[in-house]
């Protein structure tokens, strides 16, 4: 065509130019397909990007050309009319001009089918879904016969189970013979005829000839491909159960999401959303304006944070407050975005849990362990003001203690926790006319109180014996009168009290709701019998009465209190048991305070104070 009139040639050249600018930019092409790729997958667009640069190199293809196969596979939306008349203009745009036709040029080198097939299998496994790509397979005369399945989703699965490295290489017509002539099958062609991407569905299969026989709804899309088709599946049934098991799972997890499109605009939410800001779908998501306006101004500091968080490129989560129908709400939100390849955000997903009742939960816990723990400062000092005070009018002997005709040893064993302290005391001393006054009892309950009847009580007979008496009986039924003015508040106590006479080597005693005392002679133990007598504090007039033992040389004599062998798991023989055991079995010379030592006591959650005597053989 060089002799053409020169306003031809121009025209020519005009024309070319246009088509060249219509042509996208080849770098515009592979950031919209990384944007399009990263959206769908939920990975960052550089990320993306990086993939289909290293597809293209190992394929030898320009990356334009991967991305612009890809953008047919992931664009659903069907064309409209424009952009039908502009794929025809471009058509017609590109049509060889008589120039072109009398010096035909070489044509662009095209990637086999061997390279196209294995770029698509990349891409497949990058996506989520069912997806096949189809190869037609032609007559000369161009008229398709059947279609060679090149490509398919690694998690695919058939109808038939198989799942999709099993069926690539072969044809369409021999793995699905009933597809063949279908209304799937007239869309492949209709969509290669005029690259208009088609839906096919819901289409019903039935199947299972068995006990279970099954049918199923799916729907078909269609997408060409470069030389072939994109084809891709979806059970509609599958999706909706899916949907109900997130909106469940939004449900029990007071959980929504939402999805903010930076460059159009648009934001989504879900409906859990909607109801944990207490909004209406109808009035459409929060502004930007409207979501600050509920946050309380103490947690500003969150939110910079949070914001600065963002800028980084890191997921954010969060816990703020905000002010939603009148009451303070607990919001916890984890966001995050997909970014272009300047790290800028593009989309920004977002998950919202209301805590309310966690937090709430969680401030009350700690309210109710700062009063525990006050709690527990309060039973400490009143722990050390009672062992203080204990120790004070209860002082323990130490060693041995010799009395007129008697041997004593002492000891003494407090709770384990540090709150209980209890009211367990002895009073052991001579009296003015020779003979050994013993006294030991137990206070109910446990604290300062129990310490202070404790120290009533113990001083009591310690000046009833010196003023008044020293007959066991009389003196308890002084102090049952002590307790018993208290009324109704009064405390009760138990309590054993005995006096020894050296020179007749009798011991006269009375107890008032007591255990009694245990003898051990000749190797064996017992406890001696117990006259009459109801514990402190009860009544107005019990009657106390005292009974008398005489004691040999050498034998043991055991006070104590009821810690020692009480315990709610066992009877009160099993408590006795191990105590008398350890008495009977003790030598006549063996030390008191060895065989102290020996004792355990069966409630280590009480006091217990225990008292071993022995006549001594002189009986002085």
Known sequence: MSGAPREYLQRLAEIDDAVARARPDPMVLVERAAGLLAGRVGCRVDEAQAQLRQIAAERGRAPAEVAQDLLAALESRPPTTRQTVRTAVEKALRRPSPAARAAPRKPAAHPTGQQWAGSLRQVLAALPGNHTVLLPVRRPDGTITDYDIVAVSPAAVDLSGRHGDTIVGGRVSEIYPGVAGGPIWQAWADTLADGVAREVGPITYEGGDGPAPFAISLVVRVHPIGPGLLHSWLRPDEQQRMGERIAQTERLGNLGWGEWDLLSGRTVWSDEMYRIYEREPEEGPLTDEEAEALRLPEDEAIHQEAAATFGRGETVDITYRARIGGRIKHLRSVVDAVRDVEGRPVRIYGITQDVTARETSRAKLAEVEQQLHRQRETLEAEHQLAGQLQQVILPLPPGVVDLPGLR???????????????????????????????????????????????????????????????????????????????????DTATALIARFDPAEATLTWSQAGHPPPLLARDGAARPLDRPTGMLLGARTDPVYETTSVRLAPGDLLLLYTDGLIEDRGKSITQGFAPVLCALGGSAPDEPLTDILARLRRANPQDDTCILALRRTADGS
């Open 408 to 490: 004593m040893a002492v000891r003494y064993l407090p709770a384990e926790q540090a709150s209980q302290v209890g009211g367990d005391w002895f009073h052991a001393a001579a009296t003015r006319d020779g003979k050994v006054l013993l006294a030991i009892g137990d206070v109910a309950g446990h604290g300062i109180r129990a310490a202070t009847t404790m120290a009533r009580l113990r001083h009591a007979v310690d000046a009833l014996s010196v003023t008044s008496t020293t007959d066991p009986a009389e003196l308890l039924r002084h102090l049952n009168r002590l307790l018993y003015t208290d009324w109704p508040d009064a």
